[in-house]
């Protein structure tokens, strides 16, 4: 019921209340009007003056009496004769019986309706006082979010209110957004971070899982991201990070394989994990194509140069794929199997990617396994150094013995390095490890050179993370100094590869420790592809041709041919050849056929404990080192 219509009602309900309060007091004062009290009001009046008014529409208003008109008055007709009236005027009938009896009556009508709008009207003044509360709380609110309103037109509270609390809502959905963000996202690339991902991953597994549908994971980690930190510092490191991300965005989208956040707008099926690791999700795979083409796509992309300021700088990718549900069957442990796969695709030459399986898994736990071992075996000095003589072929008399760390594990027993020095490598602890071997092969070596074997060198083992984090001129020369072990009694060996991909300050370094009498050796050498023009350049001393060669040697003529030329090559560079890994006395003839001056294996002696080399070799030489200063070991039977 509108409002108007609720007054009218009031009103017409107020006028027939009245009608039947006028209606009653008439008739009541009818029956009064004989008592004493009102004979002083009763005239008589001809006749002929009146006019019957019991007829027209007054008959409504007095239902009962006798009523008559005269001039301009109503009067009750009290008594009639032929000729007279004896009547009293209406409004005297009224005056009185309002006055005397009906009077509560009519004071109870009107306060039974005055009542309600007195209610009505305190309630509103509340209200009122409520919505200026409220208003006055909307304002704090508004100034402590710091929101200006737009001037209102209506000063009206409600209207105010209201449009005060569309702008308080708007705001906190805003600040809503903005917390998720702060939550979710990585500050660096803006993509959301690696807990956002799992928890989106968590629901995507779970919808496949219900569909029935196969979902991939692509694990992606940059190569070659330490050496621009290294190089460049960290903001530039950043801004490639940045980058990054803008072209796997582009990737995602052009591949169709987005899904953005209702509720903060993020794109979700990309994320950075941390560090230079990305990951991208592709949903429903009808098989491992899709995911393999997103790959290759992702190559490109990451392989296109970056440009910062005038610097143009190249990087690569390695990526694992592990798809749902054959790889893993939650998020955790199928982002875990993808990191299993890159880190094949890192060790199988990086720039490529790579699908898990099952047997990738096992390594990756090896890996693990020995990694904390390793620290343990540290920290507790557990590692142990052999040493193998290397000979001269003429006279087989020791010209070095080469240093090579040994792992005796408690459990597993002997580790070989072929397996725990990549993993120092890969994590650093090389780098804690290597200051040992060096410290304890310079020691020992010191001992046997006071011994009488002067002229012997101790070789070791020196890895390209070593050359990379350590400044190796200062790093030997104090070691030397430490242990008393004269430069000239020193040899380092470091592979081809690391040699030919070393910095011109390594280079300079290792010039400076030759200068000094410690001598430099390329291990493994013909496995690296070197060039000769850049062999040439180098550092180096001796050459240790690697085992292969001379395993194929003796049954591939081609083989034999190209240890012919390395031996031409060291001649002609004036470099001390040495054959590693002469098993048997055919390779042994060989070799010494060729002019290799110098052979390791396993026919002269296997890597000895540092007891056994004092017992086996200097004890039962003593006066043949008191005369030459060095050994002689001899082919085994
Ligand atoms: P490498 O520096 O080329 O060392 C020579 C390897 O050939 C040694 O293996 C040695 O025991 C083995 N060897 C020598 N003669 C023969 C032979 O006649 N037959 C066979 N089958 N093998 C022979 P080892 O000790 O297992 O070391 C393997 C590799 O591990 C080394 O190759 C070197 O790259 C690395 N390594 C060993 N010790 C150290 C170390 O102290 N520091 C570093 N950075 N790397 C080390
Ligand atoms: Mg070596
Ligand atoms: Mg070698």
Redesign the pocket.
């Known amino acids: 019921m509108t409002r108007i219509s609720k007054l009218l009602l009031t009103i017409l309900s107020f006028l027939m209340m009245l009608y039947v309060l006028l209606v009653i007091s008439f008739s009541q004062g009818l029956e009064t009007i004989h008592s004493d009290n009102f004979h002083h009001k009763i005239t008589s009046i001809d006749v002929s003056d009146v006019v019957n008014a019991n007829a027209g529409w007054e008959a409504l208003l007095f239902l009962e009496g006798d009523i008559v008109k005269s001039e301009l008055h109503y009067f009750a007709v009290l008594e009639r004769t032929d000729l007279h009236l004896n009547v009293v005027r209406v409004k005297d009938v009224f005056s009185e019986m309002m006055m005397f009896s009906n009077m509560p009556l009519l004071l109870m009508v009107l306060l039974a309706y005055a009542i309600p709008f007195y209610i009505k009207s305190r309630i509103a003044r509340k209200n009122n006082a409520s919505l200026d509360f409220i208003n006055n709380e909307t304002d704090k609110l508004l100034a402590s979010f710091n929101i200006q309103l737009p001037p209102s037109k209506q000063p009206n509270t409600l209207s105010q209110i209201s449009i005060a609390l569309n702008e308080l809502n708007k705001h906190v959905k805003a600040q809503n957004i903005q917390t998720q963000l702060s939550i979710y996202q990585d500050k660096l690339t803006g993509l959301i971070d690696r807990h956002a991902y799992l928890e989106h991953l968590e629901k995507q597994l779970q919808r496949a899982e219900e569909a029935g549908t196969r979902q991939a994971l692509l694990f992606i980690d940059l190569d070659g991201f330490k050496q621009v930190n290294d190089s460049f510092g960290h903001s530039f490191g950043d801004e490639i990070l940045i980058q990054v991300a803008h072209r796997l965005q582009t990737v995602v989208r052009n591949n169709q394989l987005s899904r953005v956040s209702e509720s903060f707008e993020l794109e979700l099926n990309l994320s950075r994990l941390g560090g230079d690791e990305f990951s991208i999700f592709i949903e429903n795979i009808p098989d491992n194509l899709r995911a393999v083409e997103v790959s290759k796509n992702v190559l490109q992309e990451i392989e296109r140069d970056f440009v910062l300021g005038n610097k143009v700088i190249k990087i690569g990718a390695s990526i694992g794929i592990a798809t749902f549900p054959d790889s893993a069957s939650n998020p955790n442990t199928l982002l875990q199997m993808a990191d299993v796969a890159m880190y094949r695709a890192k060790t199988d030459g990086r720039g490529i990617f790579r699908v898990y399986s099952p047997e990738m898994g096992s390594k990756i736990r090896r890996f693990h396994y020995l990694l904390e071992e390793m620290r343990l075996a540290i920290a507790s000095q557990s590692f142990t150094l052999s040493f193998?003589p290397i000979v001269n072929v003429d006279d087989c008399s020791i010209d070095y013995f080469?240093?090579?760390?040994r792992w005796n594990h408690p459990i597993e027993g002997p580790i070989?390095?072929?397996e725990f020095?990549p993993i120092a490598e890969d994590s650093n602890l090389?780098l804690e490890l290597?200051n040992w071997?060096l410290f304890e092969a310079c020691r020992q070596m010191s001992a046997w050179y006071n011994a009488g074997m002067n002229k012997v060198r101790m070789s070791?083992?020196?890895?390209g993370v070593q050359l990379k984090h350590v400044p190796i001129y200062d790093w030997v020369m104090d070691t030397l100094t430490k242990t008393g072990l004269p430069p000239n009694a020193l040899l380092l060996?470091i592979?081809e590869s690391c040699l030919f991909h070393a910095s011109n300050k390594i280079i300079e370094d290792l010039e400076n420790l030759r200068k000094q009498g410690v001598l430099i050796a390329i291990?493994?050498f013909g496995t690296g592809f070197s060039s000769l023009s850049t062999l040439a350049n180098l550092p180096v001393d001796i050459i240790?041709i690697d085992?292969l060669f001379i395993d194929q040697a003796t049954i591939n003529p081609k083989y034999e041919k190209i240890l012919n030329s390395i031996s031409d090559l060291g001649k002609t560079l004036n470099l001390k050849v040495v054959a590693?890994?002469?098993?048997v006395a055919s390779q042994f003839e060989l070799v010494k056929n060729l002019g290799i001056h110098c052979v390791?294996?396993?026919?002269i002696s296997r890597?000895e404990s540092s007891y056994d080399v004092g017992s086996n070799v200097i004890k039962k030489n003593l006066n043949h080192i008191a005369l030459t200063g060095t050994g002689v070991c001899t082919p085994s039977k």
């Open positions: 193998q080469e240093s090579l760390v070989s390095p072929v020095i090389i290597g071997i070791v083992n020196i890895s060996e592979t291990d493994d240790k085992k590693e890994g002469v098993e390791q294996g396993y026919l890597p």
